[in-house]
Nanobody, 115 residues
Framework: QVQLVESGGGLVQPGGSLRLSCAAS????????MRWYRQAPGKERELVGG????????NYADSVKGRFTISRDNARNTVFLQMDSLKPEDTGVYYC????????WGQGTQVTVSS
């Protein structure tokens, strides 16, 4: 079955960096677009960005463009979210996602940006 397991969240000061990982299993990883979402307290879940199966194409929400980078390692079935120049408004639970007829989500990892 499809499994997604995020890791790497934590508490970081404004301006700092974090790298999130999402380990995938149960499907042909390189064949699918992978996406990162986040959900801030009291807000709807929003798309952060995505990466094509080959890794050659990425797209980002305007709010994170130029600060966040999505990459993937198809040999390790893992997708990454490098977050730089973090702001307090980046605080939230971050989820990776794949759509294979249905939406699949990981359990999420908490990112808190605060001084």
């Amino acid at each position: 079955q499809v499994q997604l397991v995020e890791s790497g969240g934590g508490l970081v000061q404004p301006g700092g960096s974090l790298r999130l990982s999402c380990a995938a299993s149960g499907f042909t990883f390189s064949a699918y677009v992978m996406r990162w979402y986040r959900q801030a307290p009291g807000k709807e879940r929003e798309l952060v960005g995505g990466i094509s199966g080959t890794g050659y194409s990425t797209n980002y929400a305007d709010s994170v463009k130029g600060r966040f980078t999505i990459s993937r390692d198809n040999a390790r079935n893992t997708v990454f979210l490098q977050m730089d120049s973090l702001k307090p408004e980046d605080t939230g639970v971050y989820y990776c996602n794949v759509v294979i007829r249905n939406n699949y989500w990981g359990q999420g990892t908490q990112v808190t940006v605060s001084s």
